[in-house]
């Protein structure tokens, strides 16, 4: 269902693929919808540890005991597809080599009816035996939509996502099949992660109990909710396809669930003063026309003008005279976030020089709720600029991030630097780089560039 990748290699280019391979690209993001539990019903809220494969004794990992995982899944299954209601909020945080990262997934489900947002990338709702997607984010006035045919309510999602899926273990249980042999129902768990999955082991905890799930690709814990008998927990460890072990991924979902009668508000897709289209990139801002040959040194630099986090207009014009140095990066992009306190403390070096130094980060196509979550968590002491529609991304030729461009006095490109080219957990590896930066820095300042 899900795709697990890296981080994407072209955020402007591929935006689709960012967009719908949420490892999870996956995000910050948060929502703002959450539905009580109502009608008498009880919240069924416990606190769940995160699970360990080292808990698991040998006992736990018996054939009696295996039986016992595919009966409780099997529980499960039916748990999410008998209620009448539900909703789910789903804190989602992936860490990797190159830094961590965290999104947040809401859902509600009713008979017939579901809506799940992917927040601040994507909202996908059935109404009956209608499908619709849409970007509310980015382009609000347009949806996808499509038709479910013989109660393939997931083929018909992942039609409309290019075959990308939903980090929510409700999707699979609650829309898939009506009837399934038991020996599958673990695979439903995977998230696209990992193949050939299957129960290794079960045990019960004072919160419910938790099944070892073993697949090629990567390994992990599902903790089921005792109230309720909803997934309430994952931890898994995969390996994308391709990489080395020293890549594996950690994945943690800690999901909230409510059961209910009824929702407070019946879901629906409006598509009134929306324009239906047919393709993905439709729902995509507009993106102006790459420069011939991409960014050159020597070239004048691109104009921007842009606003930073805090409000100010920023454009190229303003700085005239000085040196330039933009850092082009996303919260998905997890070389960008690990590079980020390196160019953090660059800045604060040039702040220290005067004012001959102007440093920048530049958000590529997200949000600012989005970008100032990351950015405030982290306080870094230098400006960001949000570059929403990707134009000055564009303009300065990033199809691959991080991307640090600097402009000299004169307007020109001075230096361009793609990618993670030290390492950020070597500290003399980091003020090698550094020093390297502000040597070059500083002669650009005193017109020896």
């Excluded at 059935?126 to 499908?131: A, L, R, T």
């Excluded at 407070?264 to 009134?272: C, G, L, M, Q």
Aim: proline letters at 6%.
């Amino acid at each position: 269902m899900f795709h697990p990748v890296t981080d994407p290699p072209n955020p402007v280019g591929n935006q689709t693929m960012r967009t719908f391979s949420t490892v999870l690209a996956t995000s910050l993001l948060f929502s703002s919808l959450s539905v009580a539990a109502q009608n008498g019903q009880d919240a069924a809220k416990v606190v769940i540890a995160p699970g360990s494969i080292a808990d698991f004794t040998e006992a736990d990992k018996s054939p009696e005991a295996i039986k016992k995982g595919l009966q409780a899944l099997a529980k499960t299954r039916t748990a999410y597809r008998a209620a009448a209601a539900m909703t789910e909020s789903i804190e989602i945080s992936v860490k990797s080599p190159m830094g961590g990262q965290t999104m947040k997934v809401v859902s509600a489900y009713e008979v017939d009816r579901f809506q799940i947002q992917v927040v601040g990338q994507i909202d996908v709702t059935g109404v009956d035996n209608q499908i619709y997607m849409s970007m509310p984010e980015v382009a609000p006035d347009r949806y996808m939509s499509g038709t479910v045919e013989d109660g393939r309510v997931i083929d018909a999602i992942s039609a409309l996502t290019d075959g990308g899926g939903l980090p929510d273990p409700a999707v699979p249980f609650r829309l898939g099949k009506a009837e399934m042999e038991i020996e599958k129902i673990p695979a439903l768990l995977s998230l696209g992660a990992m193949q050939n999955v299957a129960i290794k082991g079960f045990r019960s905890t004072p919160s419910g109990s938790q099944i070892l799930l073993q697949g090629e690709g990567g390994s992990g814990v599902v903790s089921l909710n005792g109230k309720n008998d909803l997934v309430a927990r994952m931890d898994l460890t995969v390996t994308p396809p391709g990489m080395p072990a020293e890549m594996a991924l950690s994945l943690q979902l800690v999901i909230d669930a409510e059961v209910m009668k009824t929702l407070p508000k019946k879901i629906a897709f409006v598509t009134e003063g929306k324009t239906r289209v047919d393709d993905v990139n439709a729902l995509l801002p507009e993106q102006p026309t790459l420069p011939q040959g991409g960014l050159k040194v020597g070239q004048d630099a691109p104009a921007f003008d842009l606003m930073t986090l805090s409000g100010e207009k920023v454009s190229l014009a303003s700085l005239a005279g000085k040196v330039v140095v933009l850092d082009f990066w996303a919260t998905w992009c997890g070389p960008c976030r690990a590079a980020m306190p390196a160019m953090n403390e660059l800045a604060m070096w040039a702040k220290s020089q005067g004012d001959s130094v102007k440093v920048f980060a530049v958000n590529v196509g997200e949000t600012k709720e989005k970008a100032s979550g990351y950015w405030d968590a982290q306080k870094f002491a230098f400006p960001c600029l949000m570059d929403t529609r990707n134009v000055a991304a564009m303009a300065y030729g990033a199809s691959s991030i991080p991307l640090t461009v600097v402009i000299g006095p004169d307007g020109k490109v001075a230096e361009v630097e793609v990618g993670l080219n030290f390492n950020p957990q070597d500290k003399a590896a980091v003020t090698k780089h550094l020093d390297l930066w502000k040597k070059t820095l500083a002669g650009l300042a005193a017109g020896k560039g």
